[in-house]
């Protein structure tokens, strides 16, 4: 049983993270010394006139995309995110009902939602089928975060004879993927719904045998802040979780899948919905914001004398160039700014970060050539910050090395971890530091953050290894 035990804990370490180097881990992370003001919120809050950005860009969207980026490398699974949910014209659509549905999902996950309803609608109003039935359940659950409550009335009448039509699959995969999408509703008035369908698709997972011991483990601890913030919601389903611990360390289920696949977009939601109560930074949302930033970048460069807005707006509207999986368009801006300031060190680093994750090497390292005349980057703490919100940009805008294999992106895959890991600790950080933080919270974000540190050190050590080794060969 020790070996076996031994084997559950090395995978759990080798999954949670992975960073650029060792130096934010030693000790405290070098993120939680970071400004307030640092990053691109610092960025958006030096200019008055992106007072539009407040509800878009904020610390808690950060926050859920850093989480969003850690636990998809902690269970080796490239969410639905940026390039990879941008918009499939009809004419490419397959023909199936079944297929044309799971596109509508894509519509919804990425805050298109009058294009799913739209979608959705013609496969309920087409010949009386099954998947008929789904299409409108599923409008049913994204008008019901939406707000629409008669609306969503009318599509569960449709199909009087289902008993429990909130507790069919195909509610459940829509009320998530609209709250990905950015629903207002799903932060506001349908967190115990939102909550009980992610747990439900969760718990599938766990009896299917999908998820390893260690997946499971983080799944519980979501599992009880979610209880704490859910007032009215009782989960009743520990005694599950716990079994399937016991079964995975025990390596008794016999059918052992690749992966869970709407694992990773139900503790998103969870997060987003019952912990922060916040929207995320989804498709629409990131385009809105670049709508935002582009015109005010417009009204700076007419203005004179006003260069170091320019220069700011110009990387903001990058990392979201970046975050929506426009990684052509973000370097052009980079690349824009270094023009306008030979002596601003910042779109040169970013540039390098962005290629290196995108996978270009060429260019990565012709912006590695143009930073060595600035002062290196462990010097530059707000710069730091920068950087690793763009990492997990990139990654969760769809970079193709992203969340895959760590034999064969090894440096990816460090830095997208490592940046994640270190705006999370920032935020538990700033949680243990606020005085009118419950006690009971207080602890939970000590014990999350031991956790974290602890998983990603030891992974940390081994990711060197790999790299020193590839050196070496």
Request: with cysteine.
């Amino acid at each position: 049983m020790s070996r076996r035990l031994h084997r559950v804990a090395s995978t759990a370490t080798r999954a949670l993270g992975r960073a650029s180097d060792p130096r934010p881990f030693s000790g405290l992370f070098l993120a939680s010394a970071s400004p307030p003001a640092a990053g691109h919120l610092g960025l958006t809050r030096a200019r008055p006139g992106l007072r539009d950005l407040d509800a878009l860009l904020t610390r808690e969207a950060l926050l859920l995309d850093a989480t969003h980026a850690l636990v998809a490398a902690a269970l080796r699974y490239k969410p639905h995110s940026g390039r990879v949910i941008q918009r499939v014209p009809e004419a490419l659509r397959p023909g199936g009902p079944e297929e044309r549905i799971l596109f509508a999902l894509v519509d919804a996950e990425d805050g298109r939602f009058d294009d799913a309803l739209d979608a959705l609608a013609r496969i309920a109003t087409g010949s009386p089928s099954p998947a008929s039935n789904s299409s409108g359940l599923c409008a049913a659950a994204i008008c019901e975060v939406l707000g629409r409550a008669e609306e969503a009335g009318r599509w569960l009448a449709r199909d009087p004879d289902h008993q429990c039509p909130r507790e069919d699959i195909s509610f459940q995969l829509a009320l998530v993927t609209a709250t990905l999408g950015g629903a207002p509703g799903a932060v506001a008035g349908s967190q115990a719904r939102v909550a009980s369908a992610a747990f439900q698709l969760i718990d599938s997972c766990v009896r299917d045998g999908g998820m390893s011991a260690f997946q499971i483990i983080v799944t519980g601890l979501l599992n009880h802040a979610a209880k704490r913030r859910c007032e009215g919601l009782a989960f009743e389903r520990d005694a599950g979780v716990f079994r399937a611990v016991a079964d995975a360390i025990s390596f008794s289920s016999s059918a052992r899948r690749s992966g869970p696949f709407f694992v990773v977009q139900s503790l998103q939601a969870l997060l987003s919905a019952v912990v922060l109560r916040a929207l995320p930074l989804c498709g629409e949302r990131v385009r809105a914001a670049l709508r935002v930033v582009s015109r005010d970048l417009a009204r700076a460069v007419r203005e004179r004398g006003a260069a170091p807005a320019v220069a700011d707006l110009r990387l903001l509207q990058a990392f979201l160039a970046a975050r929506g999986g426009y990684f052509e368009q973000a370097l052009a801006m980079y690349a824009e700014a270094a023009r306008d300031d030979a002596s601003d060190a910042r779109p040169r680093y970013l540039a390098h970060q962005l290629c290196v994750l995108a996978g270009w090497p060429d260019e990565a390292d012709k912006w590695r050539t143009a930073c060595d005349r600035f002062p290196p980057l462990e010097e530059q703490v707000e710069l730091v910050t920068l950087m690793d919100e763009l990492a997990i940009a990139v990654a969760l805008g769809g970079s193709a090395l992203a969340f895959d294999d760590d034999e064969r992106f090894p440096v990816v895959t460090r830095k997208i971890v490592g940046a994640a890991g270190s705006r999370v600790d920032a935020a538990l950080v700033s949680a243990l530091r606020d005085e009118n933080v419950p006690l009971a919270a207080r602890l939970e974000a000590r014990a999350a953050r031991a956790f974290l540190h602890a998983g990603v050190w030891s992974a940390l050590k081994e990711l060197k290894s790999k790299i020193d080794g590839a050196k070496e060969n």
